[in-house]
């Protein structure tokens, strides 16, 4: 249970980094970021999979870049329902996407996501 809220609000975290550094990624605030994150992960889990499920081809083919395509298409999608939490362009989604990555690449080089980090 606390991992789980760890990774909560360490996804958040990472949302507001995200929304300083790439222009046309808005968070309003903590709140909403926690919230965005919620959103995110249940689209993700449903739309994302499908999606993922059915570009399977091409994201082989692009040796996985696509995924990011269809990262950026969930991000967008879920800006629509948060309040607080926007991203206004497609090329901000997608920048969002990749810096998502690669902060979520860095928690996990860190140990801050790992099964080691807590008891």
Avoid at 22 to 38: K, N, P, Q, R, T
Avoid at 97 to 109: D, I, K, M, R, T
Wanted: net charge positive; charged share 5%; no cysteine.
């Amino acid at each position: 249970m606390l991992r789980m809220l760890l990774h909560w609000i360490l996804n958040a975290v990472a949302l507001l980094v995200v929304a300083h550094f790439v222009e046309g990624f808005i968070v309003d605030s903590f709140v909403s970021a926690l919230i965005a994150v919620i959103v995110i992960g249940l689209l993700n889990a449903t739309l994302g999979l499908l999606l993922k499920f059915v570009t399977l081809p091409l994201g082989i083919l692009t040796f996985g870049l696509f995924f990011l395509v269809i990262n950026a298409v969930v991000l967008w999608f879920s800006s629509k329902f948060v309040p607080g939490f926007a991203v206004t362009t497609f090329k901000a989604a997608f920048l969002g996407a990749l810096a998502l990555a690669v902060l979520h690449l860095l928690f996990g080089f860190l140990g801050l996501t790992s099964k080691k980090a807590l008891p």
